[in-house]
């Protein structure tokens, strides 16, 4: 039988110490990455939750800094500017845009890279449960999106941005610049169970485990939950 060989391709086995570095892939330290999402260039982006920050790895195969400047917070702005809390998701658009589940700012934030642009997508400021407006002025609390520590992110072939909106134990989607309900409970319970049902009618989401979702080319989406890969 035939197997496939894994070859290291960034990281220099080092683990960073701050964020900013670039660099050739296989001499920049990395911290923990922990999503991949590539573009349409050949660039393979990736966050790192505990340095708050998103990189990349070039088809030239340089760690290039994103945007992230290392400070735990939410601020918009260019690259280096920005500031996130713990991003775990991330999702690259047709056109290049790069969606990141900034996790403990409850919000999904979108970065421009060629214009140098970080800015927030959907989400308040508080976490929550309520479908709405993706983005809504302060005084709007009533009909804003609300999410809670959403931890995966990915973007279908319309453009439509998927979400799991990992402690409100559901799967969301964006589209028209609304939020909605794709699957799972309606309580906001932030940590007690919730069960959705996948076609097979046994539980899709449980507890707040749902961390991650990936859609395919038929529009199927599969999601993990505690444990176990799961779709709809």
Request: charged content about 20%.
């Amino acid at each position: 039988a035939e197997y496939a060989s894994v070859e290291t391709v960034a990281g220099s086995g080092a683990a960073a110490n701050r964020s900013g570095e670039s660099g050739k892939a296989l001499s920049t330290p990395l911290l923990h990455p922990f999503s991949l999402a590539a573009s349409p260039n050949g660039s393979i982006y990736f966050v790192e939750p505990e340095l708050h920050q998103v990189r990349k790895l070039t088809p030239e195969g340089q760690i290039v800094h994103v945007a992230g400047c290392g400070d735990i917070g939410h601020m918009d702005g260019s690259g280096s500017e920005a500031m996130f809390d713990t991003p775990h998701g991330i999702a690259v658009d047709r056109k290049g845009v790069i969606y990141v589940a900034d996790t403990g700012n409850h919000r999904i934030r979108a970065i421009v890279e060629d214009e140098d642009d970080v800015s927030t997508f959907a989400g308040w400021f508080s976490p929550g449960y309520q479908d709405g407006l993706a983005m809504a002025a302060e005084y709007q609390w009533d009909v804003a999106a609300r999410m809670t520590y959403p931890f995966g992110v990915c973007v279908d072939r319309v453009g439509n941005i998927h979400v799991a909106d990992t402690f409100n134990n559901c799967y969301r989607w964006i589209a028209l610049g609304a939020m909605v309900k794709g699957a799972g409970d309606d309580n906001f319970n932030g940590f007690f169970p919730a069960i959705a049902r996948a076609k097979d009618g046994t539980p899709l989401l449980k507890k707040r485990f749902s961390d991650s979702i990936i859609l395919n080319r038929k529009g199927y989406w599969y999601m993990h939950a505690k444990g176990e890969p799961r779709y709809v």
